[in-house]
T-cell receptor
Framework: GQNIDQPTEMTATEGAIVQINCTYQ??????LFWYQQHAGEAPTFLSY????GLEEKGRFSSFLSRSKGYSYLLLKELQMKDSASYLC??????????FGSGTKLNVKP | SAVISQKPSRDICQRGTSLTIQCQVD?????MFWYRQQPGQSLTLIAT?????????ESGFVIDKFPISRPNLTFSTLTVSNMSPEDSSIYLC???????????FGSGTRLTVV
């Protein structure tokens, strides 16, 4: 719902940097979240952006441009354990979350 | 963050039967959310459950198929009724993260309907 779009799948090499993009419908926007989900497990919270700019948290950073309806998740120094699905989720009107289809990241040696 | 206990963790059910999934939270929360994640797909919001009122369902989901109870501020159930193989999914409950932004998810219920 809410036209949240992200690439279906990406592949990157261990030690490299990868950027996962997410675009969304801007009307009613109240915050954007990134979640990591390993196969067979529940999603876990990674980051939250409500203002424009970059939020850095260790190897992971998340960027937001509210006017463009655009965000990205940047993963540095990739490790094999980073192989997972990354979900972009947007909070609309303060009470509902909608998730993108998820990006499956494959990290290869 | 709130700790959510969800059960059962998995079940295999016969078509036409019903399954009730429970979520217990270790602190009081205003809203609880139920999601479905079909194989290979992302999460879809089924409904929002508030204590003391009827759940609010998203488009495509109806109370007769997915009745929800919310008897108090720490507990909720989702029933998947008259199941068919198309209901085979992971079902997750979630709550706000202790007043922080973002949500915490239960461990999920993997349902297979045969």
């Amino acid at each position: 719902g809410q036209n949240i779009d992200q690439p279906t799948e990406m592949t990157a090499t261990e030690g490299a940097i990868v950027q996962i993009n997410c675009t969304y419908q801007t009307s009613g926007f109240n915050g954007l979240f990134w979640y990591q989900q390993h196969a067979g497990e529940a999603p876990t919270f990674l980051s939250y952006n409500v203002l424009d700019g970059l939020e850095e948290k260790g190897r992971f950073s998340s960027f937001l441009s509210r006017s463009k309806g655009y965000s990205y998740l940047l993963l540095k120094e990739l490790q094999m354990k980073d192989s997972a699905s990354y979900l972009c989720a947007v909070n609309y009107n303060f009470n509902k979350f909608y998730f993108g289809s998820g990006t499956k990241l494959n990290v290869k040696p | 963050s709130a700790v959510i206990s969800q059960k059962p963790s998995r079940d295999i059910c016969q078509r036409g039967t019903s399954l009730t999934i429970q979520c217990q939270v270790d602190s009081q929360v205003t809203m609880m959310f139920w999601y479905r994640q079909q194989p290979g797909q992302s999460l879809t919001l089924i409904a929002t459950a508030n204590q003391g009122s009827e759940a609010t369902y998203e488009s495509g989901f109806v109370i007769d198929k997915f009745p929800i109870s919310r008897p108090n501020l720490t507990f909720s159930t989702l029933t998947v009724s008259n199941m068919s193989p198309e209901d085979s999914s992971i079902y997750l409950c979630s709550v706000e993260r202790d007043g922080l932004y973002g949500y915490t998810f239960g461990s999920g219920t993997r349902l297979t309907v045969v």
